[in-house]
């Protein structure tokens, strides 16, 4: 699912990723006999599946050389749409999904557009929008949760499992096969398309993409929406989850989910990264996550660990670069 880096150390950082998700899971097992049960599990995959698609929309960015700090608010402020729609409007259930990845792409495509056309860099971008995003979705709202019990089949979209209907034995939430699908699907763009392979040559070298007469603007303009659109699928997945959009959510996922893009061997440097890895990434965060709650570690040492984990992981980024020049 995912497509070639440059050179072998993508493939060594996939397979150490891989290596600690596998150890993580045996050690909180080995310390918890309540880690490894059916339940315990399919949790982890529903934390995954919401990390996990926003970690895939940031990836994109990324891999450009760009960053996106928004993607929490986004996800909330896509769910707050489809709330609107779907329960202040008494709208089609099909028409708050479209609603709320159309609110993510248009959001996506006027972050890409300050950072492309108007030059702002992206992490103050983002940032910028981080906060308008916020205080939107606060004053849609007047500051309170949007409930879907009116909605019929919404909770089915992260909550159900048609796999648990056809085999009892594997309750799979369906927001791990959305997740499996935006993954696959986005890694297919980056793998098979012109859009793809303009988002890594971005974060390769910009400027010789643009000397080479390619509409450097416009491309990233389109990997900003692309991944606004997927951070509207997030927010559906969250809202399903909790059965409400709630407007103050969202700080602090795009820190997790950028934490897994790199885990996964994305470089921050750009040109290089994988869905795959990001994957991997998502799954190591979640299991650290839950198991750390398992074991009854405290909220805050719980924050501690995560974001030791985001400097190691930039850390270790940063070696590599600095061992490819």
Do not use: H
């Not at 479209?98 to 030059?119: D, E, H, N, P, Q």
């Not at 919404?154 to 369906?174: D, K, R, W």
């Not at 070298?205 to 900003?224: C, H, M, P």
């Not at 650290?288 to 040492?301: F, I, K, Q």
């Amino acid at each position: 699912m995912g497509v070639k880096q440059s050179g072998r150390g993508g493939a060594q950082q996939k397979l150490l990723a891989f290596a600690s998700l596998i150890v993580l899971v045996i050690g909180f097992s080995l310390a918890s006999p309540n880690f490894f049960q059916v339940s315990n599990i399919m949790a982890i995959l529903q934390a995954t599946s919401v990390n996990g698609v926003l970690a895939v929309g940031v990836t994109l960015i990324i891999i450009t050389g760009g960053i996106d700090l928004s993607i929490g608010t986004l996800m909330t402020f896509c769910a707050v749409m489809a709330g609107v729609v779907l329960t202040w409007a008494g709208m089609p259930l099909p028409l708050g999904v479209l609603t709320a990845i159309a609110t993510g792409a248009v959001c996506g495509l006027f972050s890409g557009s300050l950072v492309a056309r108007m030059k702002i860099p992206p992490f103050i971008a983002t940032l910028g929008m981080m906060l308008v995003l916020k205080g939107l979705s606060l004053i849609v709202t007047g500051t309170k949760p949007i409930y879907f019990n009116d909605t019929p089949g919404f909770t089915l979209i992260a909550q159900g499992s048609i796999i648990g209907e056809l085999i009892p034995a594997f309750p799979v939430p369906n927001g791990v096969l959305v997740l499996f699908l935006v993954a696959a699907v986005s890694a297919w763009i980056l793998g098979r398309t012109v859009l793809g392979r303009y988002t890594f040559a971005l974060g390769s070298n910009e400027e010789a993409v643009r000397l080479s007469g390619v509409n450097t603007d416009f491309w990233k303009i389109a990997i900003y929406t692309l991944a606004g659109g997927i951070c509207g699928i997030a927010g559906l997945l969250i809202a399903s989850r909790l059965n409400s959009a709630q407007p103050a959510l969202g700080l602090g996922y795009e820190l997790e989910a950028i934490a897994a893009v790199v885990i996964g061997g994305t470089s921050l440097a750009g040109g290089r990264g994988t869905i795959l890895g990001t994957l991997i990434g998502a799954l190591i965060m979640s299991v650290l996550t839950n198991g750390l709650r398992v074991l009854s570690v405290a909220p805050e040492w719980q924050t501690v660990v995560t974001g030791a984990i985001i400097i190691i992981a930039v850390y270790a980024d940063q070696m590599r670069v600095r061992a490819r020049k």
